[in-house]
């Protein structure tokens, strides 16, 4: 994956500032198998085998890191060496820690110290926070998991660290999520649903990569903004939810459609429901999280967003080059078709219709 998305131009490289990384095969799923890789390891009786099992010499035999963790720890951070990105994978295993958002907050900080906003004073005797640096894996790993010295602001997120230098707009984040491997400059409706994501910025519950890289369920163009676009992002959305609620993994969702859910699912529960009931449990879902994150605070006008640099730069080079994404031409239509207010708000008959109105 790291090399189609490298060469479809939409690999974030240095905490989004473009999206071609000159190294990218240095670390792809082809270098790792040459280099490092023993096994698959699938989850029990599963055939795909997703998960990696590598062995170094310095930390011995370890799973992972799988794509998004490789990118986090790589070209986020203008990383190309793969031994060290395979043993900060193993690093934030060690200390539970996620590796997106390490990667994420990792490269805000060294942009925030590019752009010489964090100063070496700062960090004392600690490694400086250069693109390239693999002394800051280790270190400012271990740092952050204990909260110690500098680590204690890194703790606190890629967000909050920007916000504490008053430069909020270097955290890639949605809703103060770190974003993962796909620049959405370069796949607008993924964009869009990193902007709508009920958990902020996250890629599971809204693959539009599959559309619009891969090519399933079938090829749609990166930069079609369309109806037909928002449509697509919304059954990804409402398939993700009824998946997730059924138990079953999002990774077969590579080669099974909703169609074969429902006979999966009829079969093994006794019911008779179409596919389009189960896709409006999936809309429930996605209905009730909404309800509860308004509740809890959610301002659709401030957080259904990205970051500026998706809305106001254009992708400097590759494919993708002169595109931002036109999230102001999606958001209003995603509305409309989720049967919400023009504010982003779930409306009572929408909330009655889904039979969550006591939600509302």
Known sequence: LVNIINENGLYPTRNFQTGVYEHAYEQSGEAMAAKYLIRNQPCYACPIGCGRVNKLPTIGVTEGPEYESTWALGANLGINDLASIIEANHLCDELGLDTISTGGTLATAMELYEKGFIKDEDLGE??????????????????????????????????????????????????????????????????????????????IKNYMISPEILGYPYKMDPHDISDDKVKMLIIFQDLSALIDAAGLCLFTTFGLGADDYRDMLNAALGWDFSTEDYLKIGERIWNAERLFNLKAGLDPAKDDTLPKRFLEEPMPEGPNKGYVVRLKEMLPRYYALRGWTEDGKVPPEKAKELGIEEFV
Do not use: Q
């Not at 602001?153 to 949605?174: Q, T």
């Open 126 to 203: 600690a490694p400086p926070f250069r693109w390239g640096n693999t002394e800051v894996l280790h270190y400012y790993i271990t740092k952050l998991a204990k909260r110690e010295g500098f680590g204690d602001k890194l703790a606190e997120g890629g967000y909050r660290l920007a916000e504490s230098y008053g430069h909020p707009e270097y955290s890639m984040s949605v809703k103060k999520l770190e974003l993962p491997a796909y620049d959405p400059r370069g796949a607008e409706g993924h964009g869009l649903g990193y902007a709508t994501n009920n958990r902020g910025g996250c890629h």
